[in-house]
């Protein structure tokens, strides 16, 4: 019997245990106040990873973290109603540690170029922050996640300090993509990644298990549960299995007085000073909408109108195929190499920025192969000596800049498990993210030819698809007409309601959000400190 009433007296109320709540927690706890932290999912045991794992590469043993299947169906159900399919249910997780505990791991800072957009090339919208703001934060969230990196990237902005922990080597097929990519003057360099390359903070070095995402065995791989331990370690309360169903506000609709939450054995309310909503770029706004009232006919904190409005994700694209000597595809489960040459948007604002990227597990496992087909014994052997090891891909990251029409809303009809109308994902691509795509594909393309690839499949720019980085939905500003909360991630309606996470950025870049959403994070939490 797990206790999941409400925390008494409680200083703040986080709702959502991912990496932003589990910041925020532990550094607010830390600090010597009363937390509670609220989460929709369940806790996983770590004793369990080696099962999830076997989950991951066993073909048809089902999804390792559950989201949207089975008993968790219902729960999870969703929309997506849009000009283009979004798979959601397809890589978020439901649960204590979040997104985190099947993320790939890469932790790129924006560039300074990234926060006045605008300024810059007349897309998108100019944040209130600047890099300079965050900067202490960036390294801050570093030395949290323990990041492994060097400072051999000529494109990224200015540091203060060396990573945490050194940087991963390159992978065997990361050599052969150099000599080509030197041959075309484009500059490589490696990858931040928020995994041990040695031991840190109590945690194993990398034991190179290849399945980085979705499982890691060892805990190497950073993931917001260790921030959850450090803040019920400093005294937090931690309640999973605890969806919140509506936030309620005080008669002058000025603070937030209380989040409702459903929990197996019935529904309760937890009151607090401040309320922090951390619950990712889609379940966020939902919430907000949900909460509406007779103040806020169209969703909490919404007298902009734009809850929900400007999601925003990045897309991938990626060109790969065959070459005549061996790659060791799969030895390494993450990239090490990346090139940020094609990063700086062009001032015309023709396209949008890219990101590449150099996979180490292009193509199929030995697994895949044997299990495609119906051959059996030398067959077999001979087909597995055809289709692995010889493999190469390169990917990107491409920027979509915010679009009004994109947007989370509620659906008309369809609920979920409570009765709540389910989250209807509306997303789409412009011309100019398109041009985008089309560039990121020519350069993948001239970068297989370089080395004599035969070309076997291409993703882009009509199979592109999102990478599930779910940002926007409740973008920040100066001015309460045009978003949702101000420089210190503090609602404009509601002076006691903090958002934190992806759902607040104003525009994207080409970068994995993370390392931005943790610094943020660290932000915002000293700007709570000095309220409470």
Request: aromatic fraction near 6%; proline fraction near 7%; include cysteine.
């Amino acid at each position: 019997m797990t206790d999941r009433t409400p925390r008494t007296d409680a200083d703040v109320c986080v709702i959502g245990a991912g990496p932003a709540g589990a910041l925020i927690a532990h550094r607010l706890a830390d600090a010597g106040h009363d937390v509670v932290v609220l989460d929709a999912g369940p806790r996983f045991d770590p004793a369990e990873l080696p099962e999830r794992e076997e989950r991951a590469i066993r073909p048809g043993a089902g999804a390792p973290w559950g989201t949207g299947v089975g008993e968790h169906a219902e729960r999870d159900a969703y929309a997506s109603t849009g000009p283009r399919s979004y798979p959601l249910n397809e890589t978020r997780v439901k649960g204590v540690g979040g997104s985190t505990l099947h993320w790939q791991g890469m932790v790129m800072r924006l560039h300074e170029r990234d926060f006045r957009l605008a300024s810059a090339t007349g897309m998108g919208v100019d944040w209130p922050l600047s890099y300079a703001d965050l900067r202490p934060y960036y390294a801050a969230a570093e030395r949290a996640f323990g990041v492994a990196g060097a400072s051999d990237n000529p494109f990224a902005p200015p540091r203060e300090e060396p990573h945490p922990l050194p940087a991963f080597p390159p992978s065997y097929s990361d050599a052969l993509f150099a000599e080509a990519c030197e041959s075309l003057n484009i500059a490589t360099h490696s990858v931040p990644n928020a995994r041990n390359s040695e031991s840190y903070q109590g945690r194993s070095e990398c034991q190179g298990y290849g399945t980085c995402k979705p499982v890691c065995p060892s805990g190497a791989k950073y993931d917001a549960t260790v921030h959850v331990a450090k803040a019920e370690d400093a005294g937090a309360r931690v309640i999973d299995r605890a969806a919140v169903q509506r936030l309620e506000h005080d008669s002058a609709g000025e603070r937030v007085s209380a989040a409702v939450y459903a929990t197996p054995d019935g529904e309760h309310r937890q009151e607090a000073t401040e309320f922090v909503l951390a619950a990712g770029g889609v379940e966020t706004p939902r919430l907000l909408l949900l909460s509406e009232s007779a103040q806020y006919p169209d969703g909490l904190a919404n007298s902009s109108g734009v809850v929900g409005r400007y999601f925003t994700d990045h897309v991938y694209a990626g060109v790969g195929g065959v070459v005549d000597e061996r790659t060791r595809q799969h030895h390494v489960g993450f990239n090490t190499t990346n090139s940020h040459q094609f990063y700086d948007q062009p001032t015309d604002g023709s396209r949008t920025a890219i990101k590449l990227e150099f996979h180490n597990y292009a193509g199929p496992t030995p697994a895949d192969v044997a299990l495609s087909g119906d051959a059996i014994g030398d067959e077999l052997l001979d087909e597995i000596r055809r289709e692995y090891g010889t493999q190469v891909g390169v990917g990107a990251l491409v920027e979509q800049v915010p679009q009004h029409e994109n947007r989370v809303r509620l659906h008309p009809s369809e609920t979920d498990a409570h009765g709540n109308p389910v989250p209807d994902v509306v997303w789409s691509l412009d011309d100019r993210t398109r041009r985008t795509i089309e560039r990121a594909n020519e350069i993948q393309r001239s970068i297989l030819d370089e080395l004599d690839a035969s070309i076997r499949w291409q993703v882009g720019p009509e199979k592109a698809g999102p990478a599930s980085h779910h940002m926007g939905t409740t973008r920040m500003g100066t001015d309460p007409a045009t978003s949702v909360v101000d420089p210190e991630l503090r609602t404009h309606d509601l002076r006691n309601l903090t958002v934190a996470g992806s759902s607040v950025f104003p525009t994207t870049g080409a970068m994995n959000p993370t390392l931005t959403i943790a610094a943020l994070s660290l932000y915002a939490a000293d700007r709570l400190r000095e309220r409470l």
